[in-house]
């Protein structure tokens, strides 16, 4: 049972760059959420989804795709990446009610030129 | 939407001290309330929950404590070891929607030996 998973662990992008991040768990869970951490600024969420087939947008998901074409994978796409997107990023999974814990992958530092 | 402010966002205690976070929220719909850890590095971890129908829960050195009539929660350490010294995340998840998690900023807890 390896929980949620993500690659790459690093990536160094040029601007105007475009990459995919790939989250998989293999817990059996509903849901799945990309976020992502900036200093003093904790966990913002980019993207959600509440099952295979389905996404909605979070607090900051402008520059971001997603995917969920099947249930253990949560992809976030970056089209043209930017500076600012330069963060590390978190995916996280949970069962689906409001009382399940939220488990993290272990991050994907990006640090965009 | 919601909102979660979390205070202080440093705490510097000595070995042994204890050591207390605050988080308030806005919407009187959330009703679960995790705190996560996060050391240097790696990911975030749940160390303790509690439910909108509980006041207090202990696990061991830590406790947590909700008021839902003040809309505010807290954590606390006691004893306080290094190990301790990491970030700490509240969060505050609704009933309805989609349940998602509103997290604080986070509190980078410094444990002096």
């Known amino acids: 049972n390896a929980g949620v998973t993500q690659t790459p662990k690093f990536r160094v992008l040029k601007t105007g760059q475009s990459m995919t991040l790939l989250c998989a768990q293999d817990m059996n869970h509903e849901y799945m959420y990309w976020y992502r951490q900036d200093p003093g600024m904790g966990l913002r969420l980019i993207h959600y989804s509440v099952g295979e087939g389905t996404t909605a947008k979070g607090e900051v998901p402008d520059g971001y795709n997603v995917s969920r074409l099947k249930k253990q994978n949560f992809l976030l796409g970056l089209e043209s990446a930017a500076p600012s997107q330069t963060s590390v990023y978190f995916c996280?999974?949970?069962?689906?009610?409001?009382?399940?814990?939220?488990?993290f992958g272990p991050g994907t530092r990006l640090t965009v030129l | 939407g919601e909102n979660v402010e979390q205070h202080p966002s440093t705490l510097s205690v000595q070995e042994g001290d204890s050591a207390v976070i605050k988080c308030t929220y806005s919407d009187s719909a959330s009703n679960y309330f995790p705190w996560y850890k996060q050391e240097l590095g790696k990911r975030p971890q749940l160390i303790i929950d509690i439910r909108s129908n509980v006041g207090e829960k202990k696990d061991q050195r830590i406790a947590v404590t909700l008021n839902k009539t003040a809309k505010h929660f807290s954590l606390h350490i006691t004893e306080t070891q290094p190990e301790d010294s990491a970030v700490y995340f509240c969060?505050?998840?609704?009933?309805?929607?989609?349940?998602?998690?509103?997290f604080g900023r986070g509190t980078s807890l410094i444990v002096h030996p």
């Open positions: 969060a505050a998840t609704p009933s309805g929607g989609s349940y998602i998690p509103t």
């Open positions: 996280a999974s949970r069962l689906d009610t409001v009382y399940n814990e939220q488990f």
